[in-house]
């Protein structure tokens, strides 16, 4: 049997151009579906508009912290509508690059919506295709919870496109998108208030990281209102009257421009995607795969998102490319799921990899040993600030391992992915102990921790 493709990719987001880019280089004839821009929820509303955000957020701070260098007052203030512009501008060159990238690797780019008609066959818009592999790589979408007057909510990816800065803002949630956003509009002047459900931000990261990470908001003026519920929302003039509820049935509302729903959750695309006509398997609406990212049906894969494993870029394309080295390079290859660092670009920032000291205690109980340090660094002594950072090494004393490192502070995910190198050969408290510390700098403590 031909087919017109030896691969065709659905969704042309982080893991859908990884994979079609290495297979292609392996010789394979590859087309590619995607219906909106390239590059996916990174490049358009995700990682990368997020992360210019976030640096434009910091400038109020920097401008602060000058004065105690001896730096005179700076009056500024932010032109949203500029930056916001100049955010986009930089997405629509990224997408420009990715179309050359996939021009370069030959992959054929179907503009459209695809869908299965069986497991070889793919309307895409007008055309119809077949291919022998399939890989969807399709993504997720910000969750709308049911709550009564929802449709007047914002989710991130509107965030990017506000005309005008909401000058109050009210976050639904606590997941780390929620926490960035919170972080980034209030650097900007905007009044936030996150409203959580449990008691702390940041469920499933390392608990000494999370109670950082929140008194260093609420510290720096963000309203943080634990273990809330949201009831209603109803339209107040040009904005929103939001109502929420306490554990003991005590009822606020809080007025704003908006509400985001940044923070409750992501669900993968894979409804309408005529996945009924194969054999693929949801578990939860996520695609079900084995180690080698295969479905239940025996020629189509599924990477990223969609899966729901750990939504991150990076691991989208260690997946995407594991899959392409396997079945078009000739060199099995699965992805490893262990020690994947990751970030929370709050103010201040935090990283993470390998296991909570939760994680630990359930695997290795009493051998778990804890070393922990709590310092101002030498940046915020002249500036004046009592901003701390905190640095902690979750540690096996039968083996001497190092199981994680957690981080919260200026520069922590340029910190831990070197510490996460480490982490990942398995280095003991003794290799870090060994090391020679930079001095003077933050990432020193790493190393000298007793
Ligand atoms: P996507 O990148 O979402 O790509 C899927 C693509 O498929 C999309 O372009 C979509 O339009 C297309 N598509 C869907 N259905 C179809 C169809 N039927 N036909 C054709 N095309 C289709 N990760 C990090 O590592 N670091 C971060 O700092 C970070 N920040 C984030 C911030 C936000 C606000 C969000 C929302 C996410 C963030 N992420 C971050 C997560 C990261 O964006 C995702 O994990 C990553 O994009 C997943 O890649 P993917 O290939 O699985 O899906």
Redesign the pocket.
């Given at each position: 049997m031909t087919y017109d493709f030896d691969l065709f990719v659905?969704?042309?987001?982080?893991?859908?151009?990884a994979s079609a880019r290495r297979a292609a280089e392996y010789g394979a004839k590859v087309g590619i579906?995607?219906?909106?821009?390239?590059?996916?929820?990174?490049?358009?509303?995700?990682?990368v508009p997020?992360?210019l955000m976030v640096y434009a957020s910091h400038f109020p701070d920097l401008f602060e912290e000058s004065q105690g260098y001896g730096w005179s007052p700076v009056k500024s203030s932010l032109d949203w509508e500029k930056m916001i512009t100049a955010v986009n501008n930089e997405v629509t060159r990224l997408n420009g690059i990715y179309q050359g990238m996939l021009d370069k690797s030959q992959v054929e780019l179907l503009q459209?919506?695809?869908?299965f008609i069986d497991s070889h066959t793919i309307v895409?818009g007008d055309r119809q295709i077949t291919a022998d592999k399939i890989l969807i790589?399709?993504?997720?979408h910000?969750i709308r919870p049911n709550i009564l007057g929802i449709e007047y909510a914002i989710t991130?990816?509107d965030i990017f496109h506000l005309q005008k800065q909401p000058q109050r803002l009210v976050i639904l949630g606590g997941g780390?998108?929620g926490a960035?956003?919170a972080c980034i509009l209030h650097g900007m002047g905007t009044e936030v208030t996150q409203i959580i459900r449990g008691d702390m931000i940041l469920r499933g990261f390392d608990d000494d990281l999370r109670s950082q990470i929140q008194e260093a908001m609420i510290n720096h003026g963000i309203r943080v209102l634990n273990k809330i519920q949201m009831i209603a929302i109803e339209k107040d003039g040009a904005g929103v009257k939001v109502t929420v509820r306490g554990d003991e049935g005590t009822e606020e509302t809080v007025i704003a421009d908006a509400v985001s729903l940044?923070a409750v959750g992501?669900k993968p695309?894979t409804h309408?995607?005529g996945l009924e006509n194969t054999k693929v398997k949801l578990h939860d609406g996520a695609i079900v795969v084995d180690k080698y990212s295969r479905t239940a049906e025996e020629n189509i894969y599924a990477?990223?998102?969609?899966t729901n494993k750990i939504?991150?870029?990076?691991?989208?394309i260690n997946e995407?490319r594991a899959f392409a080295d396997t079945v078009f390079g000739g060199k099995s290859r699965i992805m490893s799921y262990e020690n994947v660092p990751?970030?929370i670009?709050t103010t201040p920032e935090a990283a993470t990899v390998g296991l909570t000291e939760t994680e630990a205690r359930e695997k290795y109980g009493d051998a778990v040993k804890i070393y922990r340090s709590r310092f101002r660094p030498m940046y915020y002594t002249l500036a004046g600030k009592d901003e701390k950072t905190m640095m902690k090494l979750v540690v096996d004393q039968k083996t001497d391992k190092v199981l994680g490192a957690h981080m919260v502070g200026t520069n922590a995910a340029e910190i831990i992915q070197g510490i996460a190198i480490a982490i990942k050969m398995g280095a003991t408290k003794a290799n870090f102990d060994a090391t020679v510390g930079i001095h003077p700098s933050s990432a020193e403590e790493f190393v000298t921790m007793r």
């Open positions: 659905i969704g042309a987001g982080s893991g859908g151009i579906a995607e219906f909106d821009r390239l590059g996916g929820t990174c490049v358009n509303r995700g990682c997020k992360k459209g919506y695809g869908k895409v790589a399709v993504g997720g910000p991130s990816d780390y998108i960035e956003f940044a992501r695309n309408n995607l990477v990223g998102d969609c939504n991150l870029t990076p691991v989208a995407g990751t970030a670009f």
